[in-house]
C-alpha cells in the first residue's frame, strides 16, 4: 500500500503504471468524500498521513485506525482481524463521518464483504475499498481506453552510460 517506487515506474515505461493506495484514495474519495483509512498497524499512520497529503486528498482524509494485526498473523488471527476491521469501520462513519473506508493493508485481500455486512447490520451503507481488485480493474479500464499517465509529467529517462556493467547482449539497459 506504500506504491514505492510509483513515479519511477511511469517514468521507466509508457503503459499504465498506478499504485493501489493512490487508486484506491482517489476513488474512495470520489464515491464517500472522506474517506476513513483502516489497517493493521498504528506504525503505518506517519507513512499514511504523508501519501495521503501528497496525492492532494488532506481535505477528504476524515481518520486512520489500525487493528493491531502484524501482516504475519492475518491468516491465523481472522475472527480478531474482521472483529477489529469492522469495528473500526463503524466507529469511522459514525464518530468521524467517512464517507467510504479504505482497506491500508494490500494483505487485506477479500476482507472487504465481512466489513460491508458489519457495516449494513449497523444500517450504515458506505463503499469499502478494496486496493488490489480496484487497482487491477481501474489498469485495465485504462487499458481498454487508451490511456496512460501523462509523458510530459512523467518523461523518459535519459540514456546513461553504466560504468562497470559490461555484459555481453546488455548494452542497451
Known amino acids: 500500500m506504500e506504491d514505492p517506487r510509483l513515479n519511477a515506474c511511469r517514468e521507466a515505461v509508457s503503459i499504465p503504471v498506478i499504485g493501489p493506495c493512490q487508486?484506491?484514495?482517489?476513488?474512495?474519495s470520489m464515491l464517500g468524500g472522506k474517506f476513513s483509512f483502516i489497517t493493521v498497524l498504528e506504525r503505518l499512520r506517519p507513512m499514511i498521513s504523508h501519501l495521503v497529503a501528497s496525492y492532494g486528498l488532506t481535505e477528504h482524509y476524515a481518520s486512520f485506525a489500525a487493528v493491531d494485526v502484524p501482516v504475519l498473523e492475518l491468516e491465523s488471527s481472522m475472527e480478531k482481524l474482521t472483529a477489529g476491521l469492522v469495528t473500526e469501520s463503524i466507529k469511522a462513519v459514525r464518530e468521524n463521518?467517512?464517507?467510504?473506508?479504505?482497506?491500508?493493508?494490500?494483505?487485506?485481500?477479500?476482507?472487504?464483504?465481512?466489513?460491508?455486512?458489519?457495516?449494513?447490520?449497523?444500517?450504515?451503507?458506505?463503499?469499502?475499498?478494496?486496493?488490489?481488485?480496484?487497482?487491477?480493474?481501474?489498469?485495465?479500464?485504462?487499458?481498454k481506453t487508451g490511456l496512460s499517465h501523462s509523458k510530459a509529467v512523467y518523461p523518459m529517462p535519459s540514456e546513461k552510460k553504466r560504468i562497470g556493467f559490461d555484459i555481453p547482449g546488455f548494452s542497451q539497459l
Do not use: F, M, N, Y
Open 97 to 143: 463521518h467517512a464517507g467510504a473506508i479504505v482497506l491500508g493493508c494490500t494483505g487485506l485481500l477479500g476482507c472487504s464483504d465481512a466489513i460491508v455486512a458489519g457495516l449494513k447490520e449497523q444500517g450504515l451503507h458506505v463503499p469499502v475499498i478494496d486496493p488490489i481488485p480496484l487497482a487491477l480493474h481501474i489498469a485495465d479500464a485504462l487499458v
Open 23 to 28: 487508486t484506491a484514495l482517489h476513488v474512495a
